[in-house]
């Protein structure tokens, strides 16, 4: 019997409109998707006094949903649907190609 590869396997994992699910297959290999990483530098950029920043993909790692997890002062003395609409802000072109996106956002304890 042949050893299992992704590209053996390929046909074996085409979805919807034939789009093969390997990259969703690499998520169980790889500590951080392209995706994640992708998200996490713009957020540094957009948000430079952050002091933690966590993207996840939980689409298991197909990148069309995210979980982002962010602590900055620029949130001080906002509401948090504000928040939320700075960070959409902020991925405004990148959520144009998600399926949904999970924020949850807060101010540094001191």
Not at 84 to 101: P, T
Request: charged share 25%; hydrophobic share 40%.
């Amino acid at each position: 019997m042949a050893a299992w590869s992704p590209a053996a396997a390929a046909p074996l994992l085409r979805g919807i409109r034939g789009l093969p699910f390997l990259h969703c297959v690499h998520r169980m290999f790889a500590s951080q998707t392209e995706g994640e990483l992708k998200v996490t530098q713009i957020l540094k950029e957009k948000f430079p006094r952050a002091t933690a920043i966590k993207v996840t993909d939980i689409s298991g790692g197909c990148g069309a949903m995210y979980e982002i997890k962010i602590e900055s002062e620029e949130f001080k003395e906002k509401r948090i649907v504000q928040q939320h609409q700075m960070v959409n802000q902020a991925l405004k072109e990148e959520i144009k190609a998600m399926h949904g996106l999970r924020i949850f956002t807060s101010v540094p304890k001191h």
